[in-house]
């Protein structure tokens, strides 16, 4: 026997039993994001090498450890997507949708990231996100964060869920910080770690993000950069926050919140949880102003944020909050014998005419009552259309439910839309 093949590690399938949950999540974002006006882009999943090395940040995990890269047939050095704002910004920037314009947009789809896998991180993933151009003020920076709260109140998750939010400053702030805690971290270099006195020289900043336990406590003293902010800021902040308080978002002010990405300034947060373990951060974003520069672009304000769907299924799963989504079937149609499955088939047909919302699945394969029934069970359905050679005469259908206790009934061909119809409410 062949050698049976599996797949890659980290990338996993999303299986039958699982797919509904992760439509119901995918048709809930797109609701939300149509309720605020945002339109929808899509980029290529694989991109120029470079895109990610100027806009991430070379001295960063993802470009250092996590990216596939790799050469094409013309030698040009290729990147699958390892997230989505760059690319949102190459997009922008080639075909002119950026400069002196205002845009509200949002992607969903795959990234890659070589990292070790577990439970709500994989190497391949599903990212969601939005972006907006052209607005400066921190109105759109809080409705960029009140658009991702209502997202968690149409998941049921708010009360799991808790805002952090910092100001990273502007590029002169953050210089002028960085001298001070290179200064206070040469005073600790033997509480840090390989990649904490790595960084200490190309991107100290990034020794605030470390997960590191050991050097979490070396750097409880350290300065705080929301300390340091110019006066523009420090305004920006401000206002963000009483625009908070007045909607009745709750949030916390983390001064070591400083994200993983070279681009941001300004406003940075991220949602957390603890329902995940170690795995905490459900939803992340800022502000990065200078990044459509960076990229070749003429200079245009950005904000926006993103979420990891893996981790956001797995969270509705372990809150046990996947369990009253619609079954993948409504009506399960049988048919007792050979001889009736063509007007079965053709009930089945006339439904799906007339209720295009309603879910019909026919069976198939033949078999004998309780067999029919029991897959009638399996489907979900609520409902199970009964047809043999007497309904077939009479011009009926019996209707037996499945979910509910309920007698047998008999409804005629000719009323059986509409009786469908009141039934699911559609």
Known sequence: MAKQIQAIRGMNDCLPSESGLWQYVESAIRQVVAS???Q????????????????????????????????????DSLTLRPEGTASVVRAGNEHGLLYN?????????????????????????????????GLEGPDID??????????????????????????????????????QLVAYLKTKESELDEDSLRRLE??????LDSKNPQVQAA??????????????????????????????IQYRVNPSLVRGLDYYNRTV?????????????????????????????????????????????????????DKNLASAVDVYVTAMDSSVELYARQIAENL?????????????????????????????????????????TQEQVAIKYLREKQEQKNIAKTELVEFIGSLFNR
């Not at 314009?101 to 939005?130: C, D, I, N, S, T």
């Not at 149409?154 to 939010?165: D, K, P, R, S």
């Not at 009638?376 to 259309?385: H, R, V």
Request: overall charge negative; proline content about 2%; charged content about 25%.
């Open 219 to 248: 750097i409880q003293d350290a300065p705080k950069l929301i300390d340091c902010l110019d006066e523009e800021s420090a305004q920006h902040f401000t206002g963000l926050c009483e625009r908070l308080d007045k909607l009745g």
């Open 36 to 38: 605020y006006g945002y």
């Open 101 to 133: 314009q205002q845009q509200r947009l949002w992607y969903m789809g795959q990234m890659f990231r070589h990292e070790r896998p577990q439970k709500g991180r994989y190497r391949q993933f599903h990212q969601f996100g939005v972006e907006v151009f």
């Open 352 to 392: 799906r005419d007339e209720l295009p919302k309603i879910k019909v699945m026919n069976h198939c394969g033949g078999g004998n009552f309780k067999k029919q029934m029991k897959r009638a069970d399996n489907s979900g359905a609520s409902i199970a259309l009964i047809i043999g050679q007497d309904e077939l």
């Open 269 to 321: 947060f991220e949602w957390v949880t603890d329902s995940l373990g170690a795995q905490g951060t459900v939803c992340a974003g800022g502000r990065y102003d200078g990044l459509v520069q960076q990229l070749g672009g003429k200079g245009t304000q950005g904000v926006g944020f993103a979420m990891g769907l893996e981790r956001l299924v797995l969270m509705l799963q372990t809150l046990e909050l």
């Open 142 to 179: 809080a409705e960029v964060i009140i658009l991702s709260a209502r997202l968690w109140k149409m998941f049921g998750i708010t009360e799991h869920v808790t805002l952090e939010i910092n100001s990273l400053g502007s590029a002169e702030a953050r210089a002028a910080y960085k001298e």
């Open 40 to 75: 929808e882009i899509r980029t290529p999943i694989v991109e120029s090498t470079d895109l990610f090395k100027r806009s991430i940040g070379e001295v960063t995990d993802i470009v250092e450890k996590e990216m596939y890269t790799f050469a094409d047939r013309n030698s």
């Open 202 to 207: 190309s991107n100290p900043l990034r020794v």
